[in-house]
């Protein structure tokens, strides 16, 4: 059955296979799978860098993390924790740690997590780089696991989601973190060079 679900992998991209593929790319198999066959193809996919997988109700899609991804990942997670910091805020970072639950259906690996103030069931705050688009719904995964805040980049540009009780709202500013300006972040994650943009993210700060 591995070799099968792989099969279906590797068809999805005729010049590509999973080994090769250097750029993100998402690829979402064909068909539907029980909880155990996606854990024989994660223990499978296991020692293979730059791939992620997910699962839902049955789906799986794959991912492979491209340099851009990567990039804006680590660029994103520095000003962050650079603000934490000037802000005193108490923050345990947990990156990509595996979320996964089988009663609910749902497995996935964020790009960054954190809990703030102490550790608790799950983490406050999930961040999702999103390079070119997938088939399954990108906040139900976050919804089964009870993820309070989720922010995807996109386009250069941030969508923040609060939980609020029965489903996620669209919020222009997080409320998690009410005091930091989202313009000026971003306006800071356009800065390639770290101490630059971590120059910029303090004088704003500071204006404020």
């Known amino acids: 059955m591995v070799m099968q679900l792989t099969e279906k992998a590797n068809s999805l991209d005729t010049n590509n296979s999973i080994d090769s593929l250097t750029d993100e790319q998402r690829l979402t198999l064909p068909g539907f799978y029980s909880w155990q066959q996606f854990l024989d ?4 996919l296991g020692d293979r860098k730059g791939l992620r997988i997910v699962y839902l109700d049955g789906n799986i899609e794959l991912m492979t993390l491209g340099e851009t991804h990567e990039s804006t990942k680590g660029i994103l997670r520095f000003l962050l924790e650079v603000y934490f910091v000037e802000k005193g805020i108490r923050f345990f970072p947990v990156g990509s740690a595996t979320r996964q639950d089988q009663a609910k259906e749902v497995s996935f690996e964020p790009d960054e997590s954190y809990y703030l103030g102490e550790k608790k069931s799950c983490p406050d705050l999930v961040i999702e780089i999103i ?10 995964k976050y919804r089964r696991i009870g993820i309070p805040e989720v922010w995807f980049w996109q386009n250069n540009q941030l969508f923040l989601y609060h939980w ?14 009410p005091d ?18 971590r120059l910029e993210l303090l004088k704003g700060l500071g204006q404020n």
């Open 41 to 44: 193809l994660e223990a499978w």
């Open 131 to 140: 390079i070119t688009s997938g088939n399954l719904n990108k906040l139900e």
């Open 164 to 177: 609020q009780g029965t489903d996620y709202l669209q919020i222009s500013r997080s409320e998690l973190l």
């Open 180 to 197: 930091l300006e989202i313009d000026l972040f971003l306006r800071c994650l356009q800065i390639p060079e770290l101490l630059e943009a």
